[in-house]
């Protein structure tokens, strides 16, 4: 088995399906998309080569930098909610009564798809008859606002069923992570008499960072890429308040039928998620992973 394993050309044999598949499912759509974006192209009809045309245009488009900084808060504000993640994690972690329920209830998101998701929050929103400001006008408060439809509010009333969403999966990964400490540590830790919130911070937080980090880049770039929820919920609306990347290359595409600067806003997107995703990577390197 070992010299079987050891022969470079069996060894590319068992790889090669797999790097055919990543090639035709992921690099070849990835290059057409740059090359379409060269093209003045309709997706019906002849492309026309026009260059750098839609490329140049992009930059120069506000609208574009408008969605472009959406995605960014929503990166931001992503990035902000691990640190509640994490807190329910260790809550959860620490043997608590009914946590195993409590576990069950946070993987509920999960199970729904993003459609069904943003039409729960939409009937909660709802300025008529939803929930939220049924609520808001029992204990006193007039004339509650349209969440979805203030251009000032909308962009936050869309990323609380967001953070809802993905809590179960982050929550689960960090109590994986917490679930694999030994107890012997923490046993340790508190005969030397560490409080619980020194153990969380000074214990379980370092052993765990490696785990934090992978988070952090998978919550960037998740939020830079995002797109279903809120489509559904505003389709980028009120007046483009809500409009994302994702969403806004959508609509150039498939709306106006410009699939040549759709296209190139799709790969000025790929190329801005790889830079924000070395960046982030870079934020938080040790000093040992920097010089590795």
Known sequence: MNKVMSNKWIIALYVLPALLLIGILIFIPLILTGY?????W???GAMEFIGLDNYIAALQDLKFWDSAWHSFLLAIFSTLSLGIYLAISLILASKIKGADLL??????PMLLSSVAIAQLWIKVYNPSNGMLNYLLMAIGVENPPAWLADTSIVLYAIFIPILWQYAGFYILIYYAALKNIPESIIEAARIDGASPFQIAYRIKLPLIMSVVKVTIVLAVVGSLKYFDLIYVMTGGGPNGASEVMASYMYKLAFTSKDFGYGSAIGFLLLIITLIVTVIVRKATATKEEIQY
């Open 36 to 40: 379409y974006g060269l093209m003045d």
């Open 42 to 44: 309709d997706g019906v």
């Open 103 to 108: 576990r069950k209830i946070y993987l509920i």
